[in-house]
């Protein structure tokens, strides 16, 4: 493994005339936890869909877990992807549905059976692994999504909003396992509006706005940076740093 599970250099999307990402500058180390935040439209969604090679850059270029991000083939395997909507089956149980899983990614039958085992067991599914996906819960299946993005081990887990849907203690649950993989140096990369539980787990803090990523560093160094004497939390740095970044885009250009 690379010593930077993710790096970007330039990165940029654009959908016609609208720029998504511009010119974004990444560099993760591996087996951290990157929180990645950002007001809806900021851009993260095409981020994500780029370093998952679910979409080409328009330019710059991206690596993960040491391959470039073009080698969709040369990336999947060592890649992890949770998006807000599972890709799930509903005609499936939960176990089916994670062992379908288990087979696209031609991981050996007894130790896949072994790991959704103690997976299930984790995110207390094992009661209702024979039951239809149709008829979860939509924490049911949000943990679900989790399992299977997981499942393999992967070097590099992309988590986005890993704890919507979830009661109190499921997404406790969730946060020790986002604690647990990053002891095992997995590199998660984790993209949420629910700033505690990034400010609880991330080593790193990202905010984009407007496709640009407009701060970034530990959440401590975030909130300190923000210091006017009273004290501040992350949430106050996300609202001060993305309101700062729309003025600049509204304001007139000098002459």
Known sequence: M??????????????????????????????????????????????????????????????????????????TPHIGYLPEEPPLYDELSGREQVEYVAGLRDLPTEASAARIDDLFERFDLASDAGKRISTYSKGMKQKVGIVQAILHDPAVVFLDEPTSGLDPRAARTVRDTIS??????????????????????????????????????????????????EERTLEDVFLDVTSESQLRADAPPEA
Do not use: C
């Open 2 to 75: 690379p010593s930077n599970a993710i790096e970007t250099d330039d990165l940029q999307k654009r959908y016609g005339d609208e720029t998504a990402v511009a010119g974004l500058d990444l560099s993760i180390p591996s087996g951290t936890v990157y929180g990645f935040l950002g007001p809806n439209g900021a851009g993260k969604t095409s981020t994500i869909r780029m370093l998952t090679t679910l979409s080409r850059p328009s330019a710059g270029s991206a690596r993960v877990a040491g391959h470039d991000v073009t080698d969709r083939d040369a990336v």
């Open 180 to 229: 647990d993989l990053a002891a095992e140096e997995t590199t998660v990369f984790l993209s949420t509006h629910i700033l505690p539980v990034v400010d609880e787990l991330a080593d790193t803090v990202g905010v984009l706005a407007d496709g640009r990523l407009v701060a970034e560093g530990a959440p401590a160094e975030l909130k300190s940076r923000a210091e006017t004497g």
